[in-house]
């Protein structure tokens, strides 16, 4: 059969400069992928340098604003937000009583995907025990 599909392309005549036309094609080609990579080349190290510059002025005015902010006086009274310790209390409870509250909501589904992905796990080792 292979035989048969080789002598019919064999027969098929080739146009006279295809060969020429196909390398010129591939050659024409390669130039533009050589174009592509030399300008994502430039592109590149410009990007990085503006990059780079506009960390640098970042940090700059970061660490500058830092200083500047410990140089002003704390004020610790300013932060009591409660002047109670019994009112601070309960409402410390409260708020950890939420953050368990919605733990345990999490966990709940949590368990519920691990009962899935078990379920499906034990089906995939029946089958592949079937295939073996």
Same mark, same amino acid.
């Given at each position: 059969?292979?035989e048969l599909n080789d002598k019919a392309?064999?027969?098929?005549?080739?146009?006279?400069?295809?060969?020429e036309r196909l390398s010129a094609k591939?050659?024409?080609?390669?130039? !533009?992928?050589?174009?592509?990579?030399? =300008?994502?080349?430039?592109?590149? %190290?410009?990007?990085?340098?503006?990059? $780079?510059?506009? #960390?640098?002025?970042?940090?700059?005015?970061?660490?500058?604003?830092?200083?500047?902010?410990?140089? !002003?006086?704390?004020?610790?009274?300013? =932060?009591?937000?409660?002047?109670? %310790?019994?009112?601070?209390?309960?409402? $410390?409870?409260? #708020?950890?009583?939420?953050?368990?509250?919605?733990?345990?909501?999490?966990?709940?589904?949590?368990?519920?995907?691990?009962?899935?992905?078990?379920?499906?796990?034990?089906?995939?080792?029946?089958?592949?025990?079937?295939?073996?």
């Amino acid at each position: 059969m292979d035989e048969l599909n080789d002598k019919a392309l064999e027969q098929i005549p080739i146009p006279e400069g295809l060969e020429e036309r196909l390398s010129a094609k591939i050659d024409e080609w390669e130039q !533009e992928e050589r174009k592509q990579r030399a =300008q994502r080349r430039r592109l590149l %190290p410009s990007v990085v340098r503006y990059t $780079a510059v506009a #960390a640098s002025v970042a940090l700059v005015i970061g660490v500058g604003y830092h200083y500047l902010r410990l140089d !002003e006086p704390v004020n610790l009274a300013e =932060q009591d937000t409660y002047q109670d %310790p019994v009112l601070a209390q309960q409402e $410390a409870e409260r #708020a950890l009583n939420l953050l368990a509250a919605n733990l345990n909501k999490g966990m709940g589904h949590l368990e519920k995907a691990k009962a899935l992905s078990d379920k499906a796990e034990n089906t995939l080792n029946k089958q592949l025990k079937v295939l073996k």
